[in-house]
């Protein structure tokens, strides 16, 4: 079986998890704090707070912004449920808009109609490691979290996922592209913001009483997260040859194949191809023992209750198919997969 995701694991990460073993310390720590410096670095942002996940992450990114109960956050329906999670987590009222359908990234457009007093923050998250049009939406001048847990190393003209927001978030899953086993990271340059994600994120010595959460990474995490920062470059390049090879091979085909627009730097954290057939197409692959996977499996409409039509969403729910793309897919494999999709027969 080919899976859809596979881990790129090695020798480097078991050293990394191995030292912070041997050193008897595997709470926040050192190799956290320097986590905390590189995916700053990396995002043009002055500071970085670790937490024990994406989610935190957007947790405590909405409390570090003041969004309450009353509030209105704005996020995309195609969409991960942890935005509508953290949404709910502060009592805000989530507002859900649709998508540009030859990105699946969050529209301008929706959003700009979709803007009250009430509005607080705007959730924008970059699918699949293309960035949404985060200048557009920063126009609007509502609070962005920049939710990078999908496009790490993602770049528009030369500036990096995660420095245009106010704030920016990131997560270490093990499906993403470099991952800690779980973990996230909030990023700022606005001292009072990194103050209080830092100051939320762990209940313990704290001189005051407000509610605060255990949200700590554990070294262990981090170190392993930290590994495969470092090979971050190496594991973006080999992605993109992959996907360069599929648009090559599947262009004469009636897929509809991701498009990298001009100035976008594309990390390919998944490769997505849509089809009116994509449930058919994926019991196909399934039974030639190629594993997919479907990008967003329910829509935030499909959660709560919204008046909102969504009918680019929708489509991208029924539509999109994602196929194996990680640096440890071989040549044999790919072709295997290009292959059979060649040979479907829709
Ligand atoms: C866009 C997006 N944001 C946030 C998250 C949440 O991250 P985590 O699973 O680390 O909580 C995910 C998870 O897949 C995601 O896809």
Redesign the pocket.
């Known amino acids: 079986m080919i899976p859809h995701v596979r881990l790129t694991l090695g020798p480097a990460e078991l050293e990394a998890v191995a030292k912070v073993l041997k050193s008897g310390y595997l709470a926040p720590g050192l190799v956290g704090e320097t986590l905390e410096r590189g995916i700053a670095r990396l995002s043009n942002q002055k500071s970085g707070v670790a937490v024990s996940?994406?989610?935190?992450?957007?947790h405590v990114a909405l409390l570090a912004l003041g969004v309450k109960a009353g509030d209105e956050v704005i996020i995309p329906a195609y969409?991960?449920q942890?935005?509508l999670n953290a949404v709910l987590y502060v009592g805000a009222r989530p507002v859900v808009v649709d998508i540009d359908l030859s990105t699946f990234n969050i529209d301008p457009q929706e959003v700009q109609k979709n803007i009250t007093k009430k509005t607080k923050a705007i959730i924008v998250?970059?699918?699949f490691g293309l960035m949404a049009d985060i200048v557009a939406i920063k126009r609007f001048s509502i609070p962005i979290i920049e939710?990078c847990?999908?496009s790490i190393g993602a770049k528009f003209k030369g500036q990096p996922a995660g420095s245009f927001g106010v704030v920016a978030?990131f997560?270490?899953?093990a499906?993403?592209t470099i991952t800690g086993g779980?973990?996230?990271m909030v990023v700022s340059s606005v001292e009072a913001i990194v103050d209080q994600a830092r100051d939320v994120r762990e209940y313990d010595k704290k001189k005051n009483f407000i509610i605060r959460y255990n949200y700590k990474l554990s070294d262990v995490n981090a170190a392993i997260a930290l590994a495969q920062l470092k090979q971050l470059p190496s594991f973006v390049t080999k992605r993109q040859a992959i996907a360069k090879k599929y648009t090559k091979a599947l262009a004469g085909t009636n897929f509809i194949l991701p498009t990298v627009p001009v100035d976008y730097h594309h990390t390919f954290s998944r490769y997505i191809i849509r089809t009116p057939q994509a449930e058919q197409l994926r019991t196909y692959l399934k039974d030639h023992g190629v594993g997919t996977g479907r990008g967003v499996v329910l829509g935030i409409h499909e959660l709560i209750k919204t008046k909102a039509s969504l009918p680019k969403s929708k489509q991208a729910l029924r539509e999109a198919v994602s196929l194996p793309i990680y640096p440890t897919l071989t040549a044999s494999e790919q072709q295997k997969i290009i292959t059979l999709l060649i040979n479907f027969k829709s």
Request: aromatic share 8%.
């Open positions: 996940s994406g989610t935190a992450a957007l969409s991960c942890a935005l998250p970059h699918m939710d847990a999908l978030i997560s270490f899953y499906t993403k779980e973990g996230g």
